[in-house]
Each structure stands twice: as C-alpha cells, then as structure tokens.
C-alpha cells in the first residue's frame, strides 16, 4: 500500500499524546484497512453469521469480508447497522452510567444524521425511555428518518433544529450525547483523501463551533445529567481542550469510565485513556493500530449545578371524530392500549403513552418531523399503511396479509419493480423476507403494486455473481 501522507507535523504533533503508538499507527494505515463492523438489532433478532464481537458493545460484531450491504434484504429490513466499531463505545459508556435502567430517561442525540449513534442509544433504552434525535441540516433528516425507521421502535422523535433552540427546554434531559461536527481526522484509514483536506485553521473553526454547540445545549441538561460528548477527530483543542473548556464554563464534573466488561479488560480494547491539563477530566482515544477501530474521541461529564424547571406542556384531548378513528389505527399495534394516537395532516402516528407530554412539549419548541411509528392514513374505515408501519416491531402483522419473496423477488421489490407472482389474495401485503418485513404490496388479481418508497429504493446494480 502507499505511504500515508499525512499532514506535515500531524504524526509529531500526535506523538505528545500520551500512550500513542506512533508505529502502530503509520503501519495501522499503510498496511491495514479499516475493520467491517455490524450493530445487530436486537429488537429484530435474525442469525447473522459474523467473525466475533465488539468488546464494547453487546451488540457489535466484526465481519472478516465486507459484504455489498445493499443487496441484502435484512440490511434493508433494519435487522444491522452497518457501523464504524468505535463509534459503538458510546454504549458502553452508557451501560456505565445506567446500570440498571430503574428511572425512565429522555436522552438528546443532538448531531444525529445519519443516525449511528442514534440505532445505537434506541436499542440501548426501554420503551419507557425516550430518544430525541436531532438534526440541524434539513437535507440529512431523512437518511436520520431512514434509519430509525428500520429500526423499528416508538420512543423517538426526529427533530431538524439547531442547538440554540434546545436552550428553551430547560433541564428537560437526562442525558445529551453530542456527537460534535470535527475536522474528522479520525477517518484518514477510511478515506485518505481526508489527509489533503485537514488544516489546523479548520480544528480551530472546530474547536470553536464545538464551544458553542456545546454552551447553546448545556441548559437543556438536568441536575446530575450526563453530557457525552465524543468526535472522530485525534486534535488535542478538540477534545481534551473542549473538556477543560466545559469544566471552566460550567460546574461538570468528568467521569472515568472503567474498561471492564464480562471476560474483557483494558489491554484487549486497546483504548488509551486521557486526562486533561487543567482539571484532569477523562477522556478515551481510540487510535488504528491500537483499537479494532477508527479514530474516536469520547468523553462523558455531569452537571452539577441546579438547572431551571423543565417546560411542561399538555395538549388538549382528541375530537370526537378523532376517537372513532383511533379506534380503527388501533387494531394495527400489537398492545393498543400502550400508545398515544396523533394525527398529523392525514396522517395516525403512535408513540409510547408514557411520552405524550413529552411529545406535546416538544412540539411547542422544536420543528419534529418524526414521532413514534406513523401508521399511515385512513381512507373512510380501511387504512393506507405507512413504510413505518411495515418496518415497526410494534405492528399487529396477523392483521395483514404476508407474501414471503425469494432472494431474487425481494431484490426486485427493493428496486420498485414488477414482482413475478400471481396472487391468490387481494389487499395490502407485509412483503417480507425471511419472515422480516420489507414494505408494502397491494395485491390485486394477477399483479402486485409495489409500494416500497421511491426514494429509497435500491438504484445500484446486482453485482455480477
Ligand atoms: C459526526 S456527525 C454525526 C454522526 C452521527 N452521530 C452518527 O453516529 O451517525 C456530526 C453531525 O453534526 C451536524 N452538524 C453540523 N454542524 C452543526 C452545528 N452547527 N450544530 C449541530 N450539528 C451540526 C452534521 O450535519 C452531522 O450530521
């Protein structure tokens, strides 16, 4: 392979850190590539066959080959996310500081698309627990929509704000992953043209806009709420900097992670543990070489101080009209009685009661875009389901009709074509695969109309055999 070409002073700058391994570094970059890493869902639970696990995260596997994930159908049915390993560290920190999940959380994602992190903290709660996952630019909502679609559950909301907004939510979370905007000098292994991009004035621009994504948030955390706070970027003034910055700022106090999970401990994660000049916050590195993984910084820190009340806001009941109506969505969940119905435009959505006021308040200050699972619409007394529907592990699949496709038709479905089969049943259908629901068909006397989501569906060409 070719020399890496790193930024000039990039490795020596680097070398100051301490437990770098300059060696292992250069040679993690010019003779490796970057680790095929999956998430299973753990919601969808289908045997994949995977070449061992993630040691930080209970449901993170490497693959020792890297499949064309677009042509598999249970990729496109949410059963794994195709995700960078170190980024799944973000689990383990919050198995560290939930151990045992006793008080229902709101947890932010505030730089969410295209929703890695995001799958990951859903599978990592209760449905008690609620996800709000944020984008500020519109254009990577959907992907972040795409995504937590697939995965299937009904405590998050999508919301497409910029971070300032959340500061009228006062005290309103318990936890706020910021999942900072870097310099991405994380990715060089995976994409070495980054090296040409990188320059110090960007990770001051960086550094800067962490600052104030991070003071624009802050208000919106609880007394005693956590703030992980994480970046693919190796620079100092993006990361311990920042930590010294918040401790500086805000009363936080920075909490050690300890690296011990069932048979694993510290040596064989590879992960360099920090601290920061000033206050000696932690923080953890994942470098190639040492790490199965990509570069990651991730850190995580406690508010201390009294945050003001949280805005609490209750919308009014449903029309009449309304309850008839719910009466009708309802039978297409499983456990009915467990959601709040809400209609948006023509739309039934249904998210986890227990987050009605939650949702209600949100509403007054963000822009959502997603709530819960959208159900779909309803046509006098029969239902047009949404995508969601067909992807939710919530829905009541026995009251719709199940066509189970072969590998070549659930291809076929996922690129909008025309399916070969002849129905024997009329009405919509849960085309799936291997018992995993893709989307929707309408099947009518001797054809399908394909309703998966143009603009989803697949584009690319099969790989020739
Ligand atoms: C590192 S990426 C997030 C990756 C994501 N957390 C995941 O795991 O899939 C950072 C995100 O921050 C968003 N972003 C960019 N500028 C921002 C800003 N000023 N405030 C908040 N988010 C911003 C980007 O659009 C991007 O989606």
Request: proline letters at 6%; aromatic letters at 10%.
């Amino acid at each position: 392979m070719n020399e890496p070409n790193f930024p000039e002073n990039f490795i020596s700058i680097l070398s100051a850190e301490p437990g770098f391994d300059a060696g292992n570094f250069i040679n993690a970059h010019q003779n490796t590539e970057s680790p095929t890493s999956i998430r299973l869902n753990p919601f969808k639970k289908h045997a994949l066959k995977t070449d061992g696990q993630v040691p930080w995260c209970v449901d993170g596997y490497y693959l020792n080959t890297r499949p064309s994930f677009t042509f598999d159908p249970l990729f496109h049915a949410g059963c794994y996310y195709v995700q960078e390993a170190s980024s799944m560290f973000i689990d383990h920190i919050l198995k560290t500081i939930r151990p045992d999940k006793d008080e229902p959380v709101k947890i932010l994602d505030l730089c969410a698309a295209p929703g890695g992190k995001s799958t990951l903290i859903n599978s990592a709660i209760g449905a008690d627990d609620l996800l709000v996952a944020n984008e500020i630019i519109k254009t990577r909502v959907p992907v972040l929509c795409d995504n937590l679609n697939r995965w299937g559950t009904a405590n998050s909301i999508v919301s497409n704000n910029d971070p300032k907004d959340f500061g009228r939510l006062t005290g309103f979370f318990d936890i706020i992953l910021a999942d900072a905007p870097c310099s991405g000098s994380g990715m060089f292994r995976k994409d070495p043209a980054a090296m040409n991009e990188w320059s110090e004035a960007n990770v001051n621009l960086c550094h800067q806009r962490q600052e104030r994504i991070l003071a624009d948030v802050y208000p919106a955390l609880k007394e005693d709420g956590y703030l992980i706070y994480s970046t693919c970027s190796y620079s100092h003034q993006e990361n311990e900097e920042i930590l010294d910055w918040l401790c500086d700022t805000f009363n936080m106090e920075s909490l050690p992670i300890p690296m011990v999970r069932q048979t694993h401990h510290d040596k064989e994660w590879g992960i360099v543990e920090t601290r920061s000049e000033k206050h000696q916050a932690f923080g953890y590195r994942f470098y190639p070489g040492q790490a199965k993984g990509e570069g990651l910084f991730a850190a995580c820190l406690k508010k201390k101080e009294q945050a003001d009340d949280a805005p609490s806001f209750k919308a009014k009941g449903h029309q009449k009209l309304a309850l008839q109506e719910i009466e009708i969505v309802k039978r297409y969940l499983i456990e009915p009685e467990n959601y709040y119905y809400n209609k948006i435009n023509d739309d039934w959505l249904a998210i986890n009661r227990i987050h009605k006021e939650s949702l209600d308040t949100l509403q007054r200050y963000l822009y959502i875009k997603k709530s819960g699972v959208r159900i779909g619409k309803l046509m006098g007394k029969d239902l047009v389901p949404d995508h969601e529907l067909a992807l939710s592990i919530h829905t009541n699949k026995d009251a719709f009709l199940q066509t189970e496709l072969t590998y070549e038709q659930a291809i076929q479905y996922l690129r909008r074509e025309n399916i070969d089969i002849n129905p024997t049943d009329k009405g919509w259908s849960l085309m799936c695969f291997e018992g995993e629901p893709l989307g929707w068909a309408k099947l009518l006397p001797n054809r399908i109309n394909n309703y998966y989501p143009k603009e989803i569906r697949i584009l690319a060409s099969p790989p020739t055999p």
